[in-house]
């Protein structure tokens, strides 16, 4: 099978792919060292998508070219046995019309071909061959440095960019800083999560702390502040891995208490997300996060007086008046019921 190609770190210039083919598929045929040599790329001919790794090859400019060629392309293939790589440098005109075989070089070490790229790192007149290992987001970067006569191996990198996404996240965490969290989870690209710890421990977490600063926005009047960090909060904790999602090798005991918080403390945040959300009149909003909480907690006294108001404020008296009922049932102190709560039952009577 034909090694997927794609461009990673280059300032590629926009091209249509088949002009390349074209040209470096003529440069092949004219070269006597690579003379009949088949280019077996995976070509996404016609593709409208501006997503460069939908294009298996990279463009760029480096130094040492000959005397009218100012562009360069990268090329990985397979070579003529299938169970090989080779790395193909060639330099192009401006348009990329014409090409010609600067080097090549069959010191390619490949871990998952399907998951396998090239790029022109253009600052450091090298070319970067990346390979990620397979169910893994671990991945390995060899640079080959281009001398002006041929292309010189140097070190293979490992990375784990999902581990050092998490552990940024961590960081931002243990700093209490929700907006940064949410800013870098945005753009985060994370992979094969359910391989890392923070997967299951990260949501309590980020929802603990979006309660907290939500608290504190609600005390300052920032009600829309407070909503939005609740439901990030929520959503995110939502989206967490269940207990019965976890990776072979983790055992669900290591990661229940991790992963989840008290029913209670998470009923209480409902509530209070709800209680923003009928503050800033988003009632049908609140009705749905009040439901929830007395799904989750029957027992829970202010969740039915604060579907009782939301349904008061909607004109819906009769199931405001239910809920109200409730609540008077479930409140132990008597005393803390609020005057209007028993006017409103009186009056329905």
């Known amino acids: 099978m034909p090694v997927m190609v794609f461009a990673k770190k280059s300032a ?18 004219k070269d006597p060292k690579v003379k009949n040599e088949i ?59 014409d090409a010609v075989v600067l080097s090549y070089t069959d010191d390619v070490s490949i871990d998952n071909p399907a998951k396998t790229g090239v790029w022109i790192d253009c600052e450091g007149n090298a070319i970067g061959v990346y390979s990620q290992l397979p169910y893994s987001a671990i991945e390995s970067d060899t640079m080959f440095k281009w001398n002006g006569k041929s292309l010189e191996a140097q070190d293979t990198e490992g990375t784990d960019p999902t581990q050092k996404a998490y552990d940024a996240e961590e960081k931002l965490i243990a700093k209490g800083d929700i907006d940064g969290f949410i800013k870098f ?22 929802i603990k702390l979006a309660h907290a ?25 939502d989206d967490g891995a269940a207990v019965d999602d976890i990776s072979p090798g ?16 998470f009923c209480t945040i409902l509530n209070d997300y709800a209680y923003f959300l009928s503050s800033d009149k988003q009632y049908k909003e609140a009705e749905q996060y009040l439901k929830r909480v007395n799904t989750l907690c029957p027992d829970r006294a202010v969740a039915y007086f604060n579907l009782g108001d939301v349904y008061w404020e909607t004109d819906n008296k009769t199931l405001a008046v239910d809920n109200y009922k409730k609540y008077v049932t479930l409140v132990k102190n008597k005393n803390v019921i609020p005057q209007q709560v028993l006017e409103r039952i009186k009056a329905a009577q």
């Open 12 to 29: 590629a210039t926009k091209v249509d792919s088949a002009v390349i083919y074209k040209s470096v598929a003529e440069a092949l045929k």
């Open 39 to 97: 280019l077996k790329w995976n070509w996404y001919k016609g593709s409208s998508s501006d997503d460069p790794s939908q294009y298996p090859y990279a463009t760029g400019v480096l130094k040492g070219n000959p005397k009218g060629y100012t562009q360069n392309i990268a090329a990985l293939t397979n070579t003529a046995d299938d169970n090989s790589y080779r790395l193909y440098l060639f330099a192009a005109n401006e348009d990329f019309s």
């Open 185 to 206: 989870d945005k753009n985060a690209d994370l992979e094969y999560v359910q391989k890392y710890d923070s997967y299951y421990t990260l949501p309590q977490k980020v």
């Open 213 to 237: 600063k939500a608290l504190a926005a609600g005390k300052a009047g920032d009600i829309k502040r407070a909503i939005t960090l609740l439901k990030f909060g929520i959503d995110y904790y």
């Open 250 to 265: 983790i055992s669900p005991s290591d990661v229940a208490d991790t992963k989840k918080i008290s029913q209670n403390e």
